[in-house]
């Protein structure tokens, strides 16, 4: 179903707007990402990932998946319309992503830099979380739900009595070493914490060993923000392109699903667009 009609959506439309329609976040400025994700080489990959998706329509045709073969299609072709000022706005798209990426990280430096005095003394932590069960193999992909997921992985930290403030994104890791061939969902999250060791062992309760994964909880203390562009990534576009070409389309697909700011998780704060920019706030709980 096109989510474009859901509820939550119409939320997130104002936000993801003030990103889309402001051509900044497209073009190349702070906040800067690694240099492989400059909006060249960006339209560079965007050609690729066109090309990829037509290929994959041809290999779908031929097969006699004519429905798949016009998914493919209809992905390749809002792909290839996205132009200045006519953005298309998808996940799936390489642009549309970094642009969304940008505008993210610069609302959480942002919020970061705010937050400074109320958190003196506490260590600003980036947590990488790898629930076990969320694997998935090619032609699986279909099954995810981004929403669900979150929504799992806010009742797990609240199972865990973990509430703090926390603000961070999902992403996809495909997996094709040591027999393994599926893609990995998990999260990398931002909080502050008194106690690194302590957050770490009360996570630990809520997500057992993965799969392959020595550690299914990290939680590094940061002392910059330089880990932003990455917590933020959802997927590894370059990495993809070059290990996973074949499973790519499948993955661009389901990118496609869903609304952008559905890739963020948030906790004890709210977006909003402040101008041409995307805001993060305090809930305040009601007394
Ligand atoms: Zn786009």
Known sequence: MFRGHS????????THEAIIDNEYWYEDGPPFL???????????RQADVIDILLRAANRADSTGDRELAKRYGLL?????????HRRCGSMACPKCARATQRAKVDAEQRFIDSQELRNSGKYLVLLSLIPEAMTYE????????????????KDTLDGLSIKR???????????????????QLHWHLAAWTRHPARLKAQLKRGFCRARKYERPVDVEVTYDHDFLPYMNKVVKLPDLLRRACRQLPELLLTLDRFDPLDFMVLRGLR??????????SRIRKAK
């Open 165 to 183: 403030t926390t603000f961070g994104c999902p992403d996809f890791g495909w997996e094709n070493r040591r027999g393994g061939n599926y893609f």
């Open 138 to 153: 090619p032609g699986e992909l279909h099954s995810i739900d981004i929403i669900n997921a979150n929504r799992w992985l």
């Open 34 to 44: 690694a240099a492989q994700f400059t909006a060249k080489k960006t339209a560079e």
């Open 7 to 14: 509820q939550r959506f119409r939320a997130h439309v104002k």
């Open 271 to 280: 977006l909003s667009a402040q101008g041409r920019r995307i805001k993060l």
């Open 76 to 84: 390749s072709d809002k792909l290839e319309g996205c132009r200045r």
